[in-house]
Structure formats: C-alpha cells, structure tokens
C-alpha cells in the first residue's frame, strides 16, 4: 500500500480526522452536570464578567490555541482552500498537543480578503490563549500577522514564517560554533525572497548576522537596490536588496559562508557549492526535495560541509514541530501578550544547547540507533528529544517575563515540575525523589561501569547533582568512552581487577566462609564488580550501588543477598515496581524476588512496599490481592492474604489503612470498596498492591505496562540491610538515573 493510501486509510478510519473533544471533570453524576452546565456554570460566568483575566482561570483559554488558515498557501499543495487545508491544520493541532499538552481549535476561514480575515479571527479573542496563522500566502501573510499582533491581547505566531527562522538560527548558531566562525562576519545567501525567507533572515539579523552581508535572490536573480528602486520588489523583501550586480543564484553563492535554501528543489548544483567560502554551511530546506541533495552537498569539496535539510531521512532536519509547540507552551504559562523577538532568540539559544548534551536512549532507538552527538551531523536535537519541552518552554518563559510580554510570573522549579507532569505522572513522581536525591547527595557505585549506558547515567547523575557516581570497571575503557561519547565528564572510577583489596576479601571471606567459600574463592570473587560493589557498601566506602544492567536478575541478585543482605529486622526482600497512569499511582509487590510467599513473608512485603510509595511522598493504601473478596472462597491460597491483611490491621505500629483479601478491581474502583463492602479499612482506593505470588505480580506489571499504557519505575528492591538494586536488562540511561536517585534518597542518613 502506497504513502497515500495509507493516508487515506487513517484519516477515514472511524472515528473520522485525528482529533476529538474531551471532557476533563467527571460528569457521570446529577449534580456534576448541573455543575458543568446550568444552573451551576451560572458561578463562574459572573465571576469573568467582574474580570475577564478569570477566564484563565475557570476555562480552557489558558491552554486553547486557535490554528487558523485560509488555506491559500499549503506546504507542497499550494492554494487548496480552507475545507481541504482542514487535514492539515488537524495535523498541527496533533503536533500541539503531542509535544506539549496544548489543546487546539483548527479554524479554517473562507476569506482571500485580508481585511476579512482579520476582522474573524479578532472576534474570536476572547476563546483563545494564542494564535497560530498557518499555511497564508506571502505578501497577505505579513499583513494579516501584523495586524492581528497590534490588534490582539493574546501570542499571534505565523509558523511559516517564524518557525523555520527559529530552527534554522539554532542549527546557524551551532554550525558557526562548529566551523569557527563568527555570525557577525558570515556571507549569508538565501535562495527565495517569500515570507518564510524574508523572516528568516530578518531572525538572522537579530542573532548577530549583519543585513549588509544578506544576499537574496528570487526566480528573477538576486535582489539589488536597482529592482527596488524600479518596484521590482515588494515592501517585505526590499529591505535586503543590496547595492551589487545584477546576477542569478550561482553569483550570489560565490564565496558565501551560509546558503539558505528556501525556495524550490534542485536548483543547487555541486559547482555552487564548490564555489562557496572554505568549510560552508548549506541549509537547503525546499520541501519535499532539497535544493541540493545531501550526499551531492556532501561530497562537493574536500573540506567540512555542514548540511541540513527539512528531510527525516538526512541527519539535521530543520522542522518546525522543534519550535512551534513549546514556544506557545512558554508564552501561554506566563499569559504573554505577545510573542516577541526576545522570545524567539531564547527559543532558538535553548534549542541549539541541547544539541550539545547527552541524547536519550529513546531518541536513540527512534532513528534506528544512529550515532547522535554534537558535530556536524548533529547540530540541532531530533523532534522526539522529550527534553526539548523542559528547555524551550522556560526559557520563552522567562524571556516574556524579562522583556515585559508576560502577565503572570512562574517559579523556575515549581515549572519546570509543572511540565515535567504534562508527560506524565511519573515524570512528575520521579522528580520528587531527584529533589531529595539532590538535597545531600551520596556516593553509588555503579556495579557495570564500562557500559556506555551506565557512563552516561553517571554523567547524568554528576552533572545534576543527584548523586556522586563511583564507576566499577576497566578505567581505560571507561575513559575511552567518556572521550568517544563527548561527555565533559571526570568520573571517579574504581577497576576491581587492577589493585589489592585485601580489606575487601577478607571482609567478603569473613561474611561467607561458613558458606562454602574459601579465602582464595573469595579473593576471585571481590574482582567481580558485582561482589566488588556489594563490599563496598558493606565496607562504607560507598553509601548505595545498581547492578543488573548485563545480568539476569538472580544472578545480579544472588551477590547483594550474599554480602549485603536483609534488613536486621527483615526476613525478606522484595521487589516493588512504581507504575503511573494519567491521574494515578500504584506500587506493586512482589513481582521479583518471592515466588510463593507465605502471610508472613505478604505481611512483610506489604510493609516494603509502604515504605517505597512514602519516600515518593505518596501516604500508602494497601490491599493483599486475591480472586476471593473478603472470604467468598476459602482455601489456603485464599487465606494467606487474608492472615497478612489481618496481622498488620492488628499491629499498632501500621500506621496506614490496609485490608484484603480482595479482587484486583475492588481494590481499585472507589464505588466497589464503598459501596459493596463499606465496612472495609480502605476508604479510598489502594494505591499498594500486594499480589499473592511472583507469578501474578510479574504477570499483572508487565500487562498494565503494555496493555494499559503505565509508565514504570523499578523494580526497587526494598528491605535490605543497605541501598542495594538491581536494574532490568533493557533500561535505558533515564531508568538507571531513576534507580539511582532512589537509591540515594534511600542512603541519606537522615531517611
């Protein structure tokens, strides 16, 4: 099946188009309906009437954009009209609320007139907290954004414009940084003289480059002050004529340090770019082909070619969804009245210095495990980078805030806590406990310290002060891969195999000699890293230590059982897995360690998983899991729940509400516990759950985790002797982060 039919095929495919209207409080109830329309709605109606700010307040304004087009101007189909634009500005508004939990109207008006079209989307003000103009042709688009920004309290953005400015001026910003050159100095010639070109290089200008270095050229040659003084130009474009030659695209290339492709494919040729400035920088944006190729631009000269496209398949892909989303997202979280140049320059800094951290996992895997670090095949991040959100949108923020745009000010931590919850609750959860990790931070070892992925992590640990890392493994390895990642990163490394450590063999023989181990065994042992790092905790040479990363879970098990150990009051460990929905929490035990636990030992892991969902700041509900509630069968599988559930309502130490045995749904649908067993402990649903055996919890966080669309933290190994985890096979950098920040709240003296 062709791209096309494919298209189609999603498009129709029921329910029609890509989005829909949500509701976003419960309506299932009387009385919630008359809140959510009349009489009830009557409430916070009058209170926008006394102040029309209110709206941001009780409403979707704050959040709302319009995406609004005539459809006179659509990225390879031209002037197609408003009703078959309408896919497109659905498309936008997918993109909007992907990247950045902004809800959108696409609104798609029947006007050429742009008086007309002016006069519409002013009266629809008081819906919106922005506007995005899309997909207008040049010269109408420049009046049409000018207009409504004067006439409008809200951000009004023409994307076609301003987003490809901004992309572009990141990835300038780096690609200047990379080859030695300075903006002010830069030949800069540009291929196309419409909106999105005349904005580009006015963006260009106020990044640093000089308007007397700009070269334009249009279908008719390059853009001089003798077809401006002949009207040859339009008022938009004037600006950059410059007092040369007449000449065509090929003259204008001559010697230039940047071309600028934003124009119509295949107009570049391998001899122009040959003819340019030494180690040049081409941006050939045409879509959907390039005014060059990539591999023909590539390949031109001997020296560096810094090359980017508007193409996914070529590295470098200048793409608006980089900007666009976040920046509304800044603009909005602040009530801007405006977004302003100030805005977009920081929009366009912060951009190009992610481009220069450590790529996630998931970026990674997402373009088939491309090697991505900063160079001239990587000078601007990838779309799905979800860190893009949490740089792009503060710092808009705080330009609308420094530059007079915005209404209402923002608590750098508590926003960037706000939009780390937009992605996800346990984006949200895990930031509490990086918070504390970061309040006193403790030494890890990281048990398989060679491992790119663990060098990364400890970087990442390192460099966000969430904990000191100590790398156990081969130091020259190690080094080689802090050097071939490009990480700016000193780690303290400890190689088990590359000294003596007496202290630790005999602290290893003394601890397991009447197990079988003999001196000379233990002596092997201690330079294995996973042994090695189980002794240093137990040594105090270091506060917590993960392994498991290259292991099977026993066998990364097996040595912290061995030398670490439980908990002097603990019997047995247990494995807790965080999962996080939309609107809710759960913590779920055992799905690691005990295969068939008796009561005592669901008593004892009821008690862990309690104390894992505190240190989250999450007060624990607990129910012991079963296919009976509250005796409806009665056997010994059954019972067994029902004895813990029973033991710990009757300690007086519990100090949190726990019951059971109950079905998984009683357990978690507030009607079923209240209604149907009322005189049960829980109150709420429990937000702990404990499951009968391994097998059921490992069965049951795998479903959910594929099924159900949760997030997972884990498995965090609790009731040890000392901050000891183990990591799963398949986590990526930002799991061994995780684990490692809760290892370390774990180990601060004071938990």
Not at 295 to 311: C, F, L, S, W
Not at 596 to 608: F, G, I, K, S, W
Request: proline share 5%; hydrophobic share 40%.
């Amino acid at each position: 099946m062709s791209l096309e039919e494919d298209s189609l095929e999603y498009h129709r495919r029921e329910p029609a188009g890509k989005l829909e209207v949500t509701t976003t409080k419960s309506t299932t109830t009387q009385r919630e309906l008359s809140l959510a329309y009349s009489p009830g709605v009557a409430g916070p109606c009058r209170e926008i009437a006394d102040d029309s700010d209110a709206a941001y307040q009780y409403t979707i304004k704050e959040n709302l954009v319009g995406v609004v087009s005539n459809g006179s101007a659509v990225l390879g189909l031209g002037d197609i009209g408003p009703q078959a634009s309408k896919p497109v500005m659905e498309g936008k508004g997918v993109l909007f609320k992907r990247f950045a939990d902004i809800d959108v109207f696409d609104i798609e008006l029947d006007h050429d007139d742009p008086t007309a079209f002016v006069e519409s989307v002013a009266g629809m003000e008081p819906t919106f907290g922005g506007i995005n103009l899309e997909d207008i042709k040049a010269p109408e688009c420049f009046e049409i954004e000018a207009r409504l920004r004067e006439r409008l309290s809200i951000p009004v953005f023409h994307d076609d414009q301003h987003g490809t400015a901004i992309i572009s001026g990141a990835a300038l910003l780096n690609a200047t940084e990379i080859s030695g050159k300075a903006l002010e100095d830069l030949e800069v010639t540009f291929a196309g003289a419409g909106a999105a070109a005349v904005a580009t290089a006015r963006f260009y200008v106020s990044l640093g480059v000089q308007t007397e270095n700009i070269t334009m050229v249009d279908i008719d040659g390059i853009l001089t002050t003798e077809r401006a003084e002949a009207g040859d130009l339009n008022p938009h474009n004037r600006e950059f004529a410059r007092d040369v030659p007449d000449g065509g695209l090929s003259d204008a290339m001559a010697d230039a340090d940047v071309f600028v492709g934003l124009s119509a494919g295949g107009i570049v040729d391998r001899e122009m770019v040959r003819s340019m400035a030494e180690n040049p920088i081409v941006f050939a944006m045409a879509n959907p082909d390039p005014e060059i190729g990539y591999e023909e631009a590539k390949t031109a000269r001997e020296d560096t070619v810094i090359m980017a496209t508007g193409r996914s398949d070529y590295p470098n892909q200048v793409n608006n969804v980089l900007g666009f989303p976040f920046i509304f997202r800044g603009a909005l979280d602040v009530r801007a009245t405006e977004i302003n140049e100030t805005m977009k320059v920081a929009a366009a800094e912060a951009i190009a210095d992610l481009a220069k951290a450590d790529v996630p996992d998931a970026v990674r895997k997402a373009y088939g495990d491309q090697p991505l670090q900063f160079g001239p095949e990587y000078i601007i991040p990838k779309p799905v980078d979800p860190r893009i959100l949490f740089e792009v949108a503060p710092a808009v923020a705080q330009a609308a805030i420094e530059s007079g745009a915005a209404r209402t000010t923002v608590d750098p931590d508590r926003y960037l806590e706000r939009l780390e919850a937009r992605l996800g609750k346990s984006r949200e959860m895990m930031r509490v406990v990086r918070n504390k990790a970061k309040s006193d931070p403790q030494r890890v070892a990281l048990a398989e310290g060679d491992d790119e992925k663990i060098v990364r992590a400890a970087y990442q640990l390192a460099d966000r002060n969430i904990a000191r890392p100590i790398l156990l493994g081969n130091e020259a390895k190690i080094r080689r891969i802090v050097d071939d990642v490009g990480l700016e990163f000193d780690p303290d490394v400890v190689d088990p195999a590359a000294g003596e450590y007496e202290t630790y063999v005999d602290a290893l023989y003394e601890r397991r000699r009447r197990k079988g181990i003999t001196r000379k065994e233990a002596a092997e042992l201690t330079r294995d890293s996973n042994y090695f790092g189980a002794v240093m905790v137990e040594q105090d040479d270091a506060d917590a230590m993960l392994t498991g990363l290259t292991y099977h879970y026993p066998s990364a098990l097996r040595p912290l059982l061995q030398v670490v150990g439980t908990a002097a009051d603990v019997t047995h460990a247990a494995g807790v897995y965080m999962l996080t929905f939309k609107n809710r929490v759960v913590f779920l035990a055992d799905a690691t360690v005990n295969q068939d636990p008796d009561a005592e030992t669901l008593e004892e892991v009821t008690r862990h998983a309690a104390e894992i969902a505190r240190r989250f700041d999450v007060e624990p509900r607990a129910a012991l899991l079963s296919y009976s509630n509250f005796g409806s069968v009665d056997n010994e599988g059954t019972r067994k729940p029902r004895r813990a559930a029973a033991r710990l309502r009757a300690d007086p130490a519990v100090d949190f509400p726990v019951d059971g045995e109950m079905q998984a749904d009683t357990a978690v649908v507030e009607e079923i516990v209240q209604e149907t067993y009322e005189f049960s402990d829980l109150d709420e649903p429990a937000n702990v759950l404990v499951f009968p055996n391994l097998e059921a919890g490992n069965i049951a966080y795998k479903l959910l985790q594929r099924l159900g669309g949760a997030d997972t933290v884990g498995p965090m190994l609790a009731g040890m002797a000392e901050p000891v985890h183990v990591l799963q096979r398949d986590d990526e950098v930002r799991d061994i982060v995780n684990l490692a920040a809760v290892a370390a709240v774990e180990a601060q003296p004071t938990n």
